[in-house]
């Protein structure tokens, strides 16, 4: 059953700890990107990996970190560092060619910081 | 940043009518697609329609774009409650084929 799978559904955090987000893919994919979305918005792209070992700031890296060291997983850090990380994190991959860059999606993580 | 707009923002109707929702954009673009969020969910990839296209269907759905003026339209035709979700476009944002940029969505509520 292939896809993609974030884990936890939901977590709790306290301010000045640093946690991080699991998404893994089974697609096959080489590029994996992670978003935020705020209550009645759209997505903002924090973080994206084209391929294994090399990944790529988005809009509001700030506060995030990410790591790619195999083409599967590619978690998500939230740092102490970001002001506001209350938000809903959205993992997806995709085969990353230039024309079929149709994304697929994870079922989202919703953080909140206590 | 955002760059495709989506409008309206909400959408009510009765289940049985058609619900049309618009998207704008800036930039010139190789290809548009839509995407359809549940509450509290992913997104799921709807229909994508390249730039040298101007409509395309996929079951209900009709996907139009128009390039001269930097826009696309997605119908749901003869609407049912369970389409009630956030509708979303996404394009590659200027310089770049490999991210998407996402507009802000469309909430409909179709109403048994």
């Known amino acids: 059953d292939g896809g993609i799978t974030q884990s936890p559904k939901y977590l709790f955090r306290k301010e000045g700890q640093n946690v991080t987000l699991s998404c893994e893919q089974n697609?096959?994919?080489?590029?994996m990107y992670w978003y935020r979305q705020d209550p009645g918005q759209g997505l903002r792209l924090i973080y994206y990996?084209?391929?294994?070992?090399?990944?790529q700031k988005g809009d509001i890296a700030e506060g995030y970190s990410v790591s790619r060291e195999k083409k599967e997983s590619f978690p998500l850090t939230v740092t102490s560092a970001q002001k506001n990380p209350t938000a809903f994190y959205l993992c997806?991959?995709?085969?990353?060619?230039?024309?079929?860059?149709?994304?697929?999606f994870g079922p989202g993580t919703r953080l909140t910081v206590l | 940043s955002q760059q495709g707009e989506e409008d309206p923002q909400a959408l009510s109707i009765q289940e049985g009518e058609n619900a049309t929702m618009n998207c704008s954009y800036k930039t010139s673009i190789n290809n548009l697609q839509w995407y359809r969020q549940n509450s509290g969910r992913g997104l799921v990839h709807l229909i994508l329609i390249r730039s040298n296209e101007r409509e395309k269907h996929s079951g209900r759905l009709r996907v139009t774009l128009d390039t001269s003026k930097k826009s696309s339209s997605l119908l749901i035709t003869a609407s049912r409650a369970a389409d009630t979700a956030s509708y979303f476009c996404a394009r590659p944002p200027s310089g770049s084929a490999r991210q998407l940029t996402f507009g802000s969505g469309t909430q409909l509520t179709v109403l048994p």
């Open positions: 990996s084209q391929i294994v070992n090399d990944f």
């Open positions: 997806a991959s995709s085969i990353g060619g230039l024309d079929n860059n149709e994304q697929f």
């Open positions: 697609l096959n994919h080489d590029a």
